[in-house]
C-alpha cells in the first residue's frame, strides 16, 4: 500500500511538471522511458497458430485468444450482448457458446483487451505484439505502464462480479427513527416527566395505598442511606453543620414516616436545603 | 492526519453518490431505441411454424435478429465499423446462420436462438465474391466461398476448412457465382469481359477439377444480376445490348455456345439504359433451383417466365411493378408481386410460381408514407395455413429506410424506422403552450390600455383558467371510472402541450439519408417524419433554430442548411419544428458554394433570428432579408465579426462585415500545414449562461474567470505520425481580434481529440503515444483578483493577459464522445458526459478535471472543497446515466436545459438513441421521487390529533381543579 502511494504520488509530480511544461509550450521533456528488462519477456511465440499472416507490405497481423468464464452462469445467457473489444472498438471479437473468443488480424503494438458486457464485469487485460507476432498478456498498470506483470495467454478471462449501477435509496423505516440514540435520550425522560405524575395523582384511594407500600417495599431498608444524601455528604464542605444534622434528620424522617410520600419529600427537600446552604 | 483522511473519505463519499440512479427510476424519464441500419440481408426463420424470429444484416455492421410479430430485437450484434465489419453475405439453414465478414476474411456461424457463436473461422485473404451452402444428398453439410482467386470449402457443423483451391487463370478471368445443385459438384462461373465465360466444376469431396470450359459470350459484362441458374443447372443470362436471354446446359459437354433467345419472340423488350436483373430462387440447396425466374425489365416492369424443355415461356406479365420475391414454405414456392394501386397506395399479391396462377384473397394493401420514400426492396414471410393453403408476411425496405412489416389485409404490424441509426444533428426546442397558457401569455404581452380593461382581461383569464382546471377535474373523474387499461396516454401532435417545468420537449433529428424526425422526448414517440429526396449522400446538414415557441403566435421555424459535401453548394429547408410542415417562406438561393454560417441575435419583426451565410467570395446572404432586417444589419454591422477555418492551408481568417454586406479580412492566423493540420475548431455554446464571475478562494479573495464569449479553441495535430515526435497543439484564440490568447502543446500525444469548450476553461482528451494511455487535459483561464471590466467583455479592450491553469490526468478507458452537462442559469455545478466504446455514459463531476487540485492538502484548499490531486480518474459503474441501457457507437450527446435549474436533458445517438435527464448536482428545487408523503401527512395529522386531545384533556383538567 505504502509504495503505491508513492508511486502515485511520483507519477502525479511527472504529470504535473508535463502538464506545466506542456502548457509554457517548452520543448519536449526527456521523461527516460523505462525498459522493459529482458527477464521479464518471456514472449508466446504464436508461430504454431493460425490466423497469423503478413500483409503485402510485410506488416504481421495476428489473432489474439483466449476464454472468458461468468462462474454460475451458462454462457448461453450472457454471451449474446458481450463483445470483445481491443483498444475501445478498434477491434472486435465475439465469444462462442463455449466462453472462448478471438479477435483477428490485430497488428502489432499494445492493446487493452477489454470484455463488455453490460451485466458483468471483467478486469481489462493489455496484450502486447510484436513486431514479429510474438504476443504476451499483462496487468493494465495505466500509471506505471512498463510494469509487467505476466498474466497467462491465451487469456483467462473471469467476471469479477456484476456491476453495480445503482445506489440504493435512503429509507426510512419506524425502527430505525425509534432506536436513534438521541430519540430514546429524549422519549424517555419525556414519558418519565409525563406518565409518572399521572399515575401517581390517580385519585383513587385504594390505588393510592398500594402505591404507597409499594413505595415502602421500595424503601425498606431504612438503614440504608439516600444516594443524594452521599452525594451531598460528599461534596459539602466538612466545616458545615447543618449538614450532618440535616442528614440525621432525614435518616430518622424516612425512619419516623412509615407513611412514606409526603414526609419523605420533605425530607429530600431538606437536603437540598442543606446543600445549598 | 487520520481525521483528515476520514473527512476527506466522507467528502468523497457526498461526491460520489451525486447523479448517480436509483434503482426504481429505471425507465421513468428515460428511454432507449435500439436500431440496425439499412438491412441488406432479410431471411425469415421458416423452420418451424411457429418461429418468429427474422434475421437480419445491416449495412452499419449490425446482425440482428428480429421478433417478427413485434418488430424488437431478440438480439444483436455489432461489429466493428468499416470494411472489416462488413457483412458480404448471410446463409442460413436451420437453426444456423453463417456470415461472411470482412470482404471474406471471416466465416461465423451463430445459433439464431439466443445469439450466440458456435464457430469462428479466418480464411484466407483475397476480395469475396460470393457464398453458397452446398448439399449433397438432401443434405446441407457445406459452405463453399469463393474469392477473387481461391474457393474454399467449410464444414458447416465445425467451421474446419475441408480443401482450398487456386482458380485457373485467375488473373484474367472474374469468378463471380457458385453453383451447386446437390449433385456432389460445385459450379464456379467466371468471366472475361466481352469475351467469354469460364465454368469451373470442382468436386466436393477433396476440390478436384473435374472439368473445365469456356463458352463464348462477347456480350457479357457482369455475371452478378444479369446471370441466374435456373432448372436444374441450366445458366441464364439476359443481356440488355442484344436485347437476348442465353441459356447453356452446365454439365453438358457438347454445348460450347450458349442458345440465344431474342426478347423479341416472347413479345418482350428491355428499356432502354436499364440493366435487365434476372431473379431465381432454389429453395433448398441441396436441391436443383426452380425452373421459374423473374425478369426485370424496367424499374417498374417484371415479368414471370418458365424454362421448360429448352423453351422460356411467360407465366404471369406484371405491368406495372416495384418489387417482386419468391418466398417458399414446405414445398410451396410462391411469388409475391407488388403493383401500384392509386398514388398512394400499392398492392401486394401473391401468385403461385410454378402456374403464375393468383392466389385468392391474398391482397395485401400498402399505404405508402406522403412523407417518406418509395418502397426499393420486398421481403416475404410465407407459411402454409391450417387447411394447408398458403399465407404471408411481407417486410417493405422504403429509400428512407422505414421497414414496415404488412400482413393482410394490410395491417401495418410493426415499423421501424432505421434512418435514425443515424443521426447527424440535433436540436431540442420547446413544446408550445396550450391555448390557455398561451392566453395568459398574451394578456402579459399586450400594451396596457386602461385599467378596466386589465381587470377585465385579466378576470376573463381567470375565468379560462377555471374552466380549464374543471374540465381537467372531469376528465380525471371520468377516467377513474374507466378500468386503468383502457386509459392511455398517447402522445399526438395534437396533444402536445409545455409542461410546468418544460422538461418535454421535441427532439429535431436529422439523419444522413435526408430524413427529418420530430421526436417526443419524454416517451420517444415519432411524432413526425420528413423525408427530403434528392439528397447526395455524404452530405453535410447544419440545424438552426431561428424562432422558438416563445413568440406566440409566430410558429417556431428551424432551418436546415444541407450542404453538398463535394461542390460546397447549399441549400436551405425551413420547417416548423413541432408539426414537421415545410413553412411557406421564400429562401434565398446559394449559388456559390457556402463557407460557414452565422445566427445572429437580431431578430426581425417576426421574431426570427437573422441567419448570415457567407459564400465562398466572402459575400453575405441575410436570412430572412427583410428591409427591417437590412436597417438593424446595417446598424449593428460595425459589431458582426466571423471567422472562416480552411484547414487544407492550415488558416485561420477573421472578417468584420460592412454596412454593405460585404466583408473586411482583419486578421488570420496561419498555422503550417507542414508541420500540424487544424482538426477542429469550435467555440462556446450559445445557449451557455455562466452564473459566477469568480470563484472565492479558501482565504476568501475572489479569482474571476476570463469569461470571453468570443474565444475559440482550435486543436491541431502533428503531421508526423511516429509515436516519438507526434504531438497535439491547442489554441486559444480570440475571434474578434485573432489574438492568440493561449498556446499549448502535448508532446507525444495523437488524436482522436476530443474536447468541450466552455465558461472559462477548455477540457481535451487525447491519447499518450508514450505511456499508451488516455489522457484529461483541463485549461483553466482567469483574470486574476481583480476584473478589468466587470460590467461588459470587450475582445478589443482587454490588456492584460489571462492566467492560465493548466492539469492533466490518466483516464483508464477509451473514449468516444464527450460532452459537457448544461443547465438553465448555469447554477448548477457541471458534469462532463463522457461516451465509452463500450456504450455507457459516463457522468464525470467537473470538480475532478479542476486544474487548482492540490498536491497537498492545505486548510486552505479544504475550505475550497478541492479534491486532492490523483493522477488516475475514477470510473465507477454508479456515474454510469445509462446503467445497462449501453448506447452503441455512440456519434453525439446532445445537451439541453430544462426549465428546471438542477435538471439537465441528455440525448445520446449513435446507432441507438437514449434520453434521460440528469442532476449534477442533485434535485434541489423538487421534491426528490421518494419524498415521504405517508409519513409528512401522518406526522402532520399526529400531531393535529394530539393538539385536539390534549386540549379537551386540558378543559378537563381546568374544570376538575375549578370544582375542587
Not at chain 2, 212 to 223: D, G, P, T
Not at chain 2, 649 to 659: I, N, T, Y
Not at chain 2, 703 to 727: C, G, M, W
Amino acid at each position: 500500500m505504502e509504495t503505491r502511494v508513492r508511486s502515485r504520488a511520483c507519477a502525479c509530480v511527472a504529470l504535473l511538471l508535463f502538464a506545466l511544461r506542456a502548457s509554457l509550450g517548452h520543448e519536449h521533456i526527456k521523461v527516460q522511458e523505462e525498459e522493459e528488462t529482458p527477464e521479464d519477456v518471456k514472449w508466446r511465440s504464436p508461430e504454431e497458430e493460425q490466423g497469423k499472416f503478413r500483409t503485402p507490405e510485410g506488416e504481421v497481423r495476428v489473432q489474439v485468444s483466449g476464454r472468458a468464464l461468468v462462474p454460475g452462469v451458462r454462457t448461453q445467457d450472457w454471451i449474446s450482448n458481450a463483445r470483445v473489444l481491443l483498444d475501445g472498438d478498434a477491434y472486435v471479437g465475439f465469444i462462442r457458446e463455449d466462453g472462448g473468443f478471438s479477435v483477428s488480424d490485430v497488428p502489432s503494438g499494445s492493446y487493452v483487451l477489454e470484455i463488455s458486457s453490460p451485466t458483468y464485469r471483467f478486469q481489462p487485460v493489455r496484450v502486447d505484439i510484436t513486431a514479429t507476432g510474438k504476443m504476451r498478456a499483462r496487468v493494465v498498470d495505466y500509471i506505471r505502464t512498463s510494469a509487467v506483470t505476466r498474466l497467462p495467454y491465451p487469456l483467462q478471462m473471469r467476471c469479477a462480479g456484476p456491476h453495480h449501477y445503482f445506489i440504493p435509496r435512503e429509507t426510512w423505516i419506524w425502527s430505525d427513527f425509534l432506536m436513534n440514540p438521541m430519540v430514546l435520550m429524549m422519549v424517555l425522560p419525556l414519558l418519565i416527566v409525563v406518565l409518572l405524575p399521572k399515575v401517581m395523582n390517580s385519585s383513587d384511594p385504594e390505588m393510592k395505598r398500594e402505591m404507597e407500600q409499594s413505595m415502602n417495599m421500595l424503601n425498606s431498608n431504612q438503614d440504608l442511606p439516600d444516594v443524594s444524601e452521599i452525594v451531598t455528604r460528599f461534596f459539602s464542605p466538612p466545616k458545615s453543620h447543618g449538614r450532618a444534622g440535616g442528614g440525621a434528620r432525614a435518616t430518622v424522617g424516612g425512619a419516623a414516616s412509615v407513611r412514606g410520600g409526603a414526609p419523605r419529600r420533605r425530607s429530600k427537600m431538606n437536603t437540598a436545603v442543606t446543600y445549598s446552604e | 492526519m487520520a481525521w483528515l483522511v476520514v473527512r476527506l473519505a466522507i467528502s468523497l463519499s457526498l461526491l460520489y453518490t451525486a447523479s448517480a440512479v436509483f434503482e426504481d427510476q429505471v425507465g421513468k424519464f428515460d428511454w432507449r431505441e435500439q436500431f440496425i441500419g439499412k438491412v441488406r440481408f432479410a431471411l425469415f426463420d421458416t423452420h418451424s411454424q411457429a418461429s418468429k424470429k427474422l434475421l437480419v444484416a445491416t449495412d452499419k455492421n449490425v446482425f440482428a435478429s428480429l421478433n417478427s410479430r413485434t418488430g424488437d430485437l431478440f438480439w444483436r450484434h455489432v461489429d466493428k465499423t468499416g470494411p472489416e465489419g462488413h457483412i458480404d453475405a448471410l446463409l442460413m439453414y436451420g437453426q444456423d446462420a453463417v456470415v461472411v465478414v470482412g470482404n471474406g476474411r471471416l466465416l461465423r456461424s451463430w445459433e439464431t436462438t439466443v445469439g450466440g457463436l458456435k464457430w469462428e473461422a479466418v480464411l484466407d485473404t483475397g476480395s469475396f465474391q460470393a457464398a453458397a451452402l452446398i448439399g449433397v444428398q438432401d443434405f446441407v453439410k457445406y459452405v463453399a466461398v469463393l474469392k477473387k482467386s481461391a474457393i474454399s470449402l467449410h464444414d458447416l457443423s465445425s467451421g474446419s476448412q475441408i480443401w482450398v483451391e487456386n482458380l485457373p487463370d485467375s488473373d484474367t478471368v472474374q469468378y463471380q457465382t457458385i453453383y451447386s445443385g446437390g449433385n456432389g459438384l460445385v459450379f464456379v462461373l467466371g468471366f472475361v469481359p466481352s469475351s467469354h465465360i469460364v465454368i469451373v466444376e470442382y468436386k466436393i469431396e477433396d476440390g478436384e477439377i473435374m472439368k473445365k470450359k469456356s463458352v463464348e459470350a462477347a456480350w457479357m459484362s457482369s455475371l452478378e444480376n444479369s446471370c441466374a441458374v435456373i432448372s436444374s443447372g441450366n445458366l441464364l443470362c439476359v443481356d440488355q445490348t442484344t436485347q437476348s436471354l442465353y441459356t447453356l446446359p452446365l454439365q453438358s459437354a457438347e454445348h460450347t455456345e450458349m442458345r440465344q433467345i431474342h426478347l423479341q419472340t416472347l413479345d418482350l423488350e428491355v428499356a432502354s439504359g436499364f440493366q435487365p436483373v434476372l431473379t431465381s430462387t432454389q429453395p433448398n440447396p441441396a436441391q436443383p433451383p426452380l425452373a421459374e425466374f423473374f425478369l426485370q425489365l424496367s424499374p417498374d416492369h417484371h415479368i414471370l417466365l418458365q424454362l421448360k424443355d429448352d423453351l422460356i415461356a411467360p407465366l404471369r406479365d406484371f405491368n406495372p411493378s416495384y418489387l417482386a420475391a419468391f418466398a417458399t414454405s414446405g414445398e410451396k414456392t410462391v411469388a409475391a408481386v407488388m403493383t401500384p394501386k392509386n398514388d398512394t397506395a400499392c398492392s401486394i399479391n401473391l401468385f403461385s410460381a410454378d402456374t403464375g396462377r393468383r392466389h385468392l384473397d391474398t391482397t395485401i394493401i400498402y399505404h405508402m408514407d406522403p412523407n417518406g420514400g418509395k418502397p426499393n426492396r420486398l421481403y416475404v414471410h410465407a407459411f402454409l395455413k391450417k387447411d394447408d393453403s398458403v399465407g404471408y408476411r411481407v417486410m417493405v425496405q422504403t429509400e428512407d429506410l422505414t421497414l414496415t412489416f404488412l400482413q393482410q389485409p394490410g395491417r401495418v404490424v410493426w415499423m421501424r424506422e432505421e434512418a435514425l441509426a443515424d443521426v447527424v444533428t440535433m436540436e431540442m426546442v420547446d413544446l408550445p403552450l396550450t391555448g390557455t397558457q398561451a392566453e395568459l401569455e398574451g394578456e402579459f404581452g399586450k400594451k396596457a390600455d386602461g385599467l378596466l380593461p386589465m381587470v377585465l382581461k385579466r378576470l376573463s383569464s381567470q375565468f379560462i383558467l377555471l374552466q380549464a382546471w374543471m374540465a381537467h377535474l372531469w376528465k380525471l373523474f371520468y377516467d377513474a371510472r374507466k378500468p386503468r387499461s383502457s386509459v392511455k396516454n398517447e402522445v399526438t401532435i395534437d396533444t402536445l402541450s409545455r409542461d410546468e417545468f418544460n422538461l418535454q420537449k421535441m427532439m429535431v433529428m436529422v439523419t444522413a439519408s435526408g430524413k427529418l424526425f420530430g421526436i417526443d422526448s419524454k416517451s420517444g414517440t415519432v411524432l413526425w417524419k420528413q423525408y427530403l429526396e434528392d439528397i447526395k449522400p455524404d452530405s453535410i446538414f447544419k440545424l438552426i433554430v431561428q424562432r422558438t415557441t416563445a413568440h406566440f403566435p409566430h410558429p417556431p421555424q428551424c432551418t436546415l442548411l444541407i450542404k453538398d459535401k463535394d461542390t460546397g453548394l447549399g441549400s436551405l429547408y425551413v420547417f416548423n419544428p413541432i408539426f414537421g410542415k415545410k413553412s411557406h417562406i421564400s429562401v434565398p438561393a446559394l449559388p456559390r458554394p457556402v463557407l460557414q454560417t452565422l445566427l445572429l441575435p437580431v431578430i426581425d419583426q417576426d421574431y426570427a433570428k437573422v441567419l448570415l451565410l457567407i459564400d465562398d467570395q466572402y459575400k453575405v446572404t441575410a436570412f430572412p432579408s427583410t428591409k427591417n432586417v437590412l436597417q438593424q444589419l446595417q446598424d449593428t454591422a460595425s459589431s458582426v465579426f466571423f471567422y472562416l477555418v480552411d484547414s487544407s492551408q492550415g488558416k485561420l481568417s477573421g472578417f468584420r462585415l460592412r454596412m454593405d454586406l460585404s466583408t473586411e479580412l482583419i486578421w488570420e492566423v496561419v498555422i503550417p500545414t507542414e508541420v500540424q493540420k487544424i482538426v477542429a475548431v469550435k467555440g462556446k455554446r450559445a445557449n451557455e449562461h455562466v452564473h459566477s464571475q469568480g470563484r472565492v478562494m479558501g482565504d476568501r479573495s475572489v479569482l474571476y474567470k476570463y469569461l470571453n464569449p468570443n474565444l475559440l479553441a482550435v486543436i491541431t495535430e502533428s503531421t508526423d505520425i511516429h509515436q516519438e515526435r507526434s504531438f497535439v497543439g491547442i489554441f486559444l484564440i480570440d475571434g474578434v481580434t485573432g489574438r492568440i490568447v493561449h498556446e499549448a502543446v502535448q508532446r507525444k500525444a495523437r488524436g482522436p481529440v476530443h474536447f468541450v469548450h466552455s465558461e472559462n476553461w477548455l477540457v481535451y482528451v487525447y491519447w499518450n503515444s508514450k505511456f499508451r494511455r488516455n489522457e484529461f487535459s483541463v485549461l483553466e483561464l482567469f483574470e486574476g483578483a481583480e476584473l478589468y471590466n466587470s460590467t461588459v467583455f470587450s475582445s478589443l479592450d482587454r490588456p492584460h493577459p489571462p492566467q492560465v491553469l493548466q492539469q492533466s490526468y490518466i483516464f483508464p478507458a477509451p473514449i468516444s464522445t464527450l460532452e459537457a452537462t448544461l443547465t438553465e442559469k448555469g447554477i448548477t455545478s457541471r458534469h462532463l458526459l463522457v461516451g465509452l466504446p463500450s456504450g455507457s455514459i459516463l457522468s464525470l463531476p467537473k470538480m475532478f478535471l479542476d486544474p487548482r487540485r492540490p498536491e497537498l492538502i492545505s486548510e486552505q484548499s479544504r475550505e475550497e472543497n478541492l479534491i486532492p490531486y490523483a493522477p488516475e480518474m475514477p470510473i465507477r459503474t454508479e456515474w454510469f446515466i445509462n446503467y445497462n441501457q449501453t448506447v452503441s457507437r455512440v456519434r453525439g450527446i446532445y445537451t439541453a436545459p430544462s426549465g428546471l435549474e438542477s435538471t439537465c436533458l441528455v440525448v445520446v445517438y449513435g446507432l441507438d438513441i437514449y434520453q434521460t435527464r440528469v442532476f449534477p448536482s442533485k434535485q434541489f428545487d423538487v421534491l426528490k421521487d421518494d419524498y415521504d408523503y405517508v409519513l409528512i401527512s401522518s406526522v402532520l395529522f399526529g400531531l393535529f390529533f394530539a393538539t385536539m386531545i390534549s386540549k379537551r384533556l386540558a378543559e378537563v383538567k381546568l374544570l376538575n381543579r375549578a370544582w375542587r
